[in-house]
């Protein structure tokens, strides 16, 4: 069994096989975003081998999800009727 994502420590490396089993998904997926920049987390060449800190993934997570959360906004929104990103940055971070 291996521990929650969140008990480990931010400098830790993972492998793409460990990170692939953390966020469930395939190692093939992983491998196909290190190829595309910007679209998978970030990771660090260690001679031949690829790894993954954890501080990283958790910082791709969160940016993740904030992308998910403007583009449901901005989706659901008709062109008329968009915000400035001013306004979803302050709605995002709680603020009025």
């Given at each position: 069994?291996?521990?929650?994502?969140?008990?480990?420590?931010?400098e830790m490396l993972?492998?793409?096989d460990q990170l692939s089993q953390y966020l469930q998904i395939s190692v093939s997926s992983l491998n196909k975003a290190r190829m595309e920049p910007g679209k998978g987390p970030r990771f660090i060449k260690v001679g031949?081998?690829?790894?993954?800190?954890?501080g990283d993934v958790r910082a791709y997570l969160d940016e993740m999800s904030r992308r998910s959360v403007r583009v449901a906004?901005?989706?659901?929104?008709?062109?008329?009727d968009l915000p400035d990103p001013e306004e979803i940055d302050a709605w995002l971070r709680g603020e009025e």
């Open positions: 069994m291996i521990p929650a994502f969140s008990a480990l420590d931010p993972l492998t793409t031949a081998s690829v790894r993954y800190r954890v906004m901005v989706t659901a929104l008709s062109d008329d």
